[in-house]
């Protein structure tokens, strides 16, 4: 199935004057929050899209990981929706399209994207950026802040961890700071997985030299979605994994913080 489809919805009529269907795009949109806080500046409308390719070990949203978890729904019901809030989203808010993985379906954030800005929105695509290379220049064009989710610093780590490569990833934060385009990088600390501090030096080396991170965000891992994993009769392999210390997550904010990048 393609990242989107295409329903019929109204008519229009054609040069020989035959009246023809007119194409509506549709998505797989899984949940919504409207007055979220932490998916980017301000209040935001965080639209949570369906369909993801990876498989991290500690994903809190196992419920998104198949487009068909969602809701088809025109690309004009989810404008509709948006605009009810912008009175409240426009000043020092936005909107945050997340998942699953949003670039799953890249011509329906292209058209979310599009109808936000015609909206005076401030956006914010929230992404592994393992499928970076389906955000051509015209979606990107579109988007006011990437929310870069770096989910390890080694390939080896990556793979174990999400099932799938880093280069990509590495490629589309490059790609990013060639626009100069914001970055928020996003570091899940994980006791045993991603807490090698030789490896977020690293990270934090690499994230410092591409000259477009405004900021990067240290996120304790957290066992709240474990219940989702139980749930779909998934295994939960973290399930005796700890939540990292204060002490160690402030160490990985001040390596961060050592390499010149802002560190919450």
Known sequence: MSPTNQTLHGSAATSSGVVAAKATLEGWVHSTETFGTADGPGIRYVLFLSGCPMRCLYCHNPDTWHRQDGTLTPVEDVLADIAGYRGFIRSQGGVTLSGGEPLVQPKFCKAILRGCKAMGLHTALDTS????????????????????????????????????????????????????????????????????????????????????????????????????????????????????????????????????????
């Open 129 to 264: 950026g393992y499928l970076g290379s389906l955000a051509d220049a015209e979606l990107l064009a579109d988007v006011d802040l990437v929310l870069l989710d770096i989910k390890a610093a080694t390939g080896r780590t990556y793979r174990k961890l999400t099932g799938a490569e880093l280069k990509p990833t590495i490629q589309f934060a490059e790609d990013l700071a060639s626009l100069n385009k914001a970055v928020w990088l996003r570091y899940v600390l994980v006791p045993g997985l991603t807490d090698k501090l030789d490896d977020i030096r690293s990270l934090a080396r690499f994230a410092a030299q591409l000259g477009n991170v405004e900021r990067v965000d240290v996120l304790p891992f957290h066992k709240l979605g474990e219940h989702k994993w139980r749930d779909r009769g998934q295994d939960y392999r973290l399930e005796r994994v700890q939540p990292p210390s204060e002490a160690l997550i402030e160490q990985t904010r001040e390596i961060f913080r050592a390499a010149g990048l802002l560190a919450h």
